[in-house]
């Protein structure tokens, strides 16, 4: 380490203020210091080049110089100290993998071994291990079995899936911040900085030499409008040389608990929703509920709809952002109602309160082009016997009434009965023979004239 090295660590590292008179200091406690930060001599140089400064070429009576090298340092450490932990966090999750991939040997033991592999892939994808054999074998069970209410198959087919890693995940916007998330902060305009910042139980993140900056329990959208307005106070950039994302997703605990598949505690990143949670426990029962699926949190409930996510707004899953110790709570559905003939979408379905004829109709995706709708037949329990009551729908759509569904019905939407009649048909010598539409007033020769006769028809006798 030449005098020059020497003299400019020693400014910049060992006292402060920079521009104070500096004392005799020899190589050894400069390198001593360097040891004690857990900085290298020569990776420090490096990355200080890669800024586009050579520490040998800086002149240290030059307050400018000076203070621009130690800022420039102190990212280097910062950013020498992230590298660290993260090659720590590589070690321990490769070390945590080994040790489950272990556990799992120990517990398949009598499981195939197919189910053994997915369960040992689920695992090092961040699964527990109970969860990870007990999903599989909800997934064995659900290959044969088919499913019985609409709304169901989201989840039977995996149409929506349980996110396990907490890291390297994009969030949306709606996402709610909370203890244990980590955020990072990137600016590469006039100043430039990289930095990453857990938020602490208190809610809050420090980011060095600016106040503290609370996020929790706002919304990811709005929090990177804040760090942008507070990093613009101490920092210069344009928006677009701004970016903050969501490093690491924190991990919760929730219960679900009802007529699951699965119920129980399920440990997940808390990017996951409500919908993402209820596929962990692999949805509800062949008698769950799929409309009034119940989210409790702190003696308030809120109701979960699956036909609202699938037919009406998918967004609205992003309302469900689950907080630690949250309840997911499945009832038994209450009416459910099976619709069969010329309706587009023919399967069982469960009415909330409110919720009709009509409405059954709209979620079978309403009638085929051949349904008769002056008819359609409603099968019903009543005083243990069943009976057939006939609704004439068009009736209803003229009037604006409705028609009352009881749990159990059925709904027969039958066809319509005969073919057209409106028709006469014409063969012979005739270039365009087939049938034609009557109208009203309609004569022979108007017909002749539709089909074109050939020329060598006859036009005396016709039969």
Do not use: C, H
């Not at 706002?218 to 210069?236: E, P, V, W």
């Not at 709209?362 to 002056?374: C, P, S």
């Amino acid at each position: 380490m030449n005098k020059l090295y020497l003299l400019i660590f020693s400014l910049v590292f060992l006292f402060t203020p920079i521009l104070a008179q500096q004392p005799q200091i020899d190589e050894a406690q400069v390198r001593a210091e360097l040891k004690r930060r857990g900085l290298e001599e020569d990776v420090v140089k490096k990355k200080l080049l890669e800024r586009g400064i050579d520490i040998d070429k800086v002149n240290p009576s030059n307050p400018a110089e000076v203070i621009k090298l130690q800022a420039a340092l102190e990212e280097v450490e910062r950013e020498i100290e992230l590298e660290k932990q993260k090659a720590a966090l590589k070690i321990t999750q490769d070390s945590v993998r080994q040790n489950a991939r272990n556990e799992v040997q120990k517990e398949l033991k009598e499981i195939n071994k197919d189910i053994a592999k997915k369960v040992e892939k689920s695992v090092e994808e961040g699964t527990p291990i109970e969860e990870a054999i007990s999903e599989e074998l909800i997934d064995q069970q659900e290959e044969t079995k088919p499913t019985t209410l609409y709304g169901q198959q989201i989840f039977r087919n995996k149409s929506l899936k349980v996110y396990r890693q907490a890291e390297d995940i994009i969030a949306p916007d709606s996402y709610i911040l909370g203890a244990g998330d980590v955020v990072s902060i990137n600016i590469w305009g006039p100043s430039q900085e990289t930095a990453t910042y857990t938020i602490n139980k208190s809610g809050f993140i420090q980011p060095s030499n600016m106040p503290r900056i609370n996020l929790k329990g706002i919304s990811f959208g709005k929090a990177k409008q804040l760090l942008m307005k507070r990093f613009d106070q101490y920092y210069r950039f344009r928006p677009e040389e701004f970016e903050a994302t969501l490093n690491y997703s924190r991990t919760i605990t929730v219960n679900i608990l009802g007529e699951a598949m699965n119920y129980g505690s399920f440990t997940l990143p808390a990017i996951n929703t409500a919908f993402n949670a209820l596929v962990a426990a692999g949805g509800p029962t062949d008698i769950g509920s799929v409309r009034n699926i119940a989210l409790r949190r702190n003696g308030q409930s809120k109701r979960l709809d699956i036909y609202q996510f699938m037919l009406e707004d998918p967004t609205v899953q992003y309302d469900f952002y689950l907080e630690e110790n949250d309840i997911i709570f499945i009832p038994t559905a209450d009416r459910i109602i099976n619709i069969k003939g010329a309706v587009k979408r023919p399967f069982r379905y469960e009415l909330i309160k409110g919720e009709e004829l009509k409405k059954l109709i709209q979620y079978a995706g309403g009638f085929k082009a051949n349904a008769y709708q002056t008819n359609l037949q409603v099968k019903r329990f009543i005083d243990d016997k069943e009976k057939i009551i006939d609704v004439n729908f068009r009736d209803l759509q003229k009037t604006g009434r409705d028609f009352t569904l009881l749990p159990g019905d059925e709904i027969i939407v039958g066809t319509i009965p005969k073919p057209y009649k409106n028709f006469a048909e014409i063969n012979g010598a005739i270039q365009n023979e087939g049938k034609y539409e009557i109208t009203n007033g309609m004569r022979i020769v108007d017909l002749v004239k539709k089909g074109v006769l050939d020329d060598d028809a006859r036009v005396d006798v016709a039969f």
